[in-house]
């Protein structure tokens, strides 16, 4: 059931996508006069569609869609979705229509300006909705996040073995002054950190980052996890230690004499004592009590600890309009530097490039209307910014085209478009092996 979940929410969240920047597309075209044949999502390659405004079936009931101009449909394979447009040389490679004498209403026969903004509306389209999910999640939900200020990290092995020790406050990366807890690691590789001032023990230390490893620090999930002291929320009322005397703000700082000032540090050991009686050590304001502890068959003493305290900020709608554009912004910058990474070979972060099944590990295993708008957005700045790479097959090689022949004065050939799209196109199939390849070996280890 949540494998299902999962993939519904994929194929939602990709519809929903695919649909809107291909209606950029599509309105530009229809706005400059240039004729719009078909408007589909997924591919219907072979001619097989699951549905069509020209099927018989439709026609039937709406005698009139014949005559219409486009024709609107779904196909049958989910790897994306197309715009054709009249006269240009897309993805469906059909040069036939570009044998015969130029049209009126060919996307060819317009001003390179107008070939321009059809070809960068797709992309407008998608950072427009990114800019408005995140209005809606400000001005709905507000924005929430664990301060850096206030909170220390607990590394994992990766991370221990790049110098930094549980406990430890960052307070600066290079001149930067990291604000949310929950971005370090990717403030650590997005900012190319030559060095991280932590403090420790009371004392400023500087951790010197070896860049030999930011391929490791891309692939590795989690490397700075919250240190969490074990301070009592309370007992549970089934707990078999109930009566052991632990009280509210009671914090366990250590377990049979080993130090635990951190809730993993607690878990760790209490997992290896099951059924056991431990002596926790319990700091109790300025004094330290020693208290017997029942673990129960699972490693648990029965008590919740008090949870890290989350910054949150509301928005009026009013304000929840700049703070979204803000959003939208600085996330598209993050994910710029993001493919800077990617085209750098010695970060190894082409590993971490992924396809829909990377796609749907993201989504929750149950309905998340917040999680599912913030993942809708991100996912909308990713696919404009990739459609802005200056590749052939995507918008922005067609863009860089329109762009050369308004400077230059010169229209590249439609040989040279052809051929260019055939380029583009192997590019594109070569980078979806490496995805696919990417999520089997992860699946796999």
Partial sequence: MEVLMKVLQVILALSVL?????FGHFTFA?????RVEKFFLFFDIGSSKLFSTKGRFFTSLFPKAKDW???????WLP???YCKISGMVDESMDTEALKKEPQPWEFRTKPAWQRL???????LYNFIFAILCYIAIMAIWGSSYIRNEDSCIYPNELGVEMGFKAGDRILRMDDYVPE???????DLVRRDVEKVVVLRDGDTVDVYIDHSKIGDVLNTPDMFDLAVPFVIDSVMSFSPNVDAGLMHGDRIIALDSISTPFLQDMKAYLAGVPGATVSASVLRGTDTLTIPVIVDSLGRIGAYTQVPAYTTKTYSVLEAIPAGFNLTFSTIGGYLRDLKLLATPRTEAYKS???FIAIGQVFPSTWDWFRFMHILALLSIMLGVMNLLPIPALDGGHIVFCLYEMITGRKPSDKFL??????GMILLMLLMVLAFGNDIRRLIH
């Fill in 18 to 22: 695919i649909v809107i920047h291909e």
């Fill in 30 to 34: 229809k706005l400059f006069g240039i």
């Fill in 69 to 75: 101009e486009t024709e609107y449909g779904i196909g």
């Fill in 79 to 81: 790897l994306g979705g």
């Fill in 117 to 123: 903004l059809v070809m960068v509306g797709g992309v």
């Fill in 180 to 186: 949310n807890f929950g971005m370090l690691q990717a």
């Fill in 353 to 355: 490039v992924g396809s």
């Fill in 418 to 423: 052809e051929v260019a799209q055939v380029i």
